[in-house]
């Protein structure tokens, strides 16, 4: 069974970073994509990021270009997104997402973490 677990949440104010991270288990995921959704209070859940098998052809929404950055660790099974210029519009619960595949640029997961808190205050 393939677990996924994201880590690095946290409060912050308008304009700092965050970094955060994803681990899978279970299973070798090297061979997919990874990505990143969030879901806001009272809103549906969105896509965020997505990083290739091989680090080849990130997306990103249009919300997030600029300042989000995607990157993976295959060695480690690990997916992370590096958050800067945090606005609170970004306030969100983040999930990561895993497996899967792609349908032309957008990404479809198979696997999905149970998600982490970030708070950005104005």
């Known amino acids: 069974q393939v677990q996924v677990v994201e880590s690095g949440g946290g409060l912050v104010q308008a304009g700092g970073s965050l970094r955060l991270s994803c681990t899978t288990s279970?299973?070798?995921?090297?061979?997919?994509?990874m990505g990143w959704f969030r879901q806001a209070p009272g809103k549906e859940r969105e896509f965020v990021a997505s990083?290739?098998?091989?680090?080849?052809?990130?997306a990103y929404a249009d919300s997030v270009k600029g300042r989000f950055t995607i990157s993976r660790d295959n060695a480690k099974n690990t997916v992370y997104l590096q958050m800067n210029s945090l606005k609170p519009e970004d306030t969100a619960v983040y999930y990561c997402?895993?497996?899967?595949?792609?349908?032309?640029?957008?990404?479809?997961?198979?696997?999905w973490g149970q998600g982490t808190q970030v708070t950005v205050s104005s």
């Open positions: 279970g299973r070798t995921l090297s061979n997919y994509g």
């Open positions: 997402a895993a497996g899967g595949r792609y349908v032309g640029t957008r990404y479809y997961p198979d696997y």
């Open positions: 990083i290739p098998a091989n680090g080849i052809g990130r």
